[in-house]
Nanobody, 124 residues
Framework: QVQLVETGGGLVQAGGSLRLSCAAS????????MGWYRQAPGKQRELVAT???????NYADSVKGRFAISRGNANNTVYLQMNSLKPEDTAVYYC??????????????????WGKGTLVTVSS
């Protein structure tokens, strides 16, 4: 299977910055895309940013110009640089990957995996 481990959450004042990291490990043959989602209290999980294996990125309108997603050199890591943080960015941030894995003697294509999440709290 695949494990995703997020690090970098914490408490920051409004206007500050944080950098989240996520590392994927396991029976990975290739990673098709990685991304970050978030879930605030009482709200549904929403997309923050994604990046494909080809480097194409996609951002939620609410974070465009403030957040930047990037892939690590090892290609199994993803980062989210968050600048100009606002109280409304407070949420649990989850790492996600779409990957091809080897399982049961076969290539399994396009499976989704989630990390356990890391809490980001932005104080006003």
């Amino acid at each position: 299977q695949v494990q995703l481990v997020e690090t970098g959450g914490g408490l920051v004042q409004a206007g500050g910055s944080l950098r989240l990291s996520c590392a994927a490990s396991g029976s990975i043959l290739s990673i098709n895309a990685m991304g970050w989602y978030r879930q605030a209290p009482g709200k549904q999980r929403e997309l923050v940013a994604t990046v494909t294996s080809g480097g194409s990125t996609n951002y939620a309108d609410s974070v465009k110009g403030r957040f930047a997603i990037s892939r690590g050199n090892a290609n199994n890591t993803v980062y989210l640089q968050m600048n100009s943080l606002k109280p409304e960015d407070t949420a649990v941030y989850y790492c996600n990957t779409n990957a091809d894995i080897w399982r049961g003697g076969m290539r399994r294509v396009g499976l989704q995996y989630w990390g356990k999440g890391t809490l980001v709290t932005v104080s006003s």
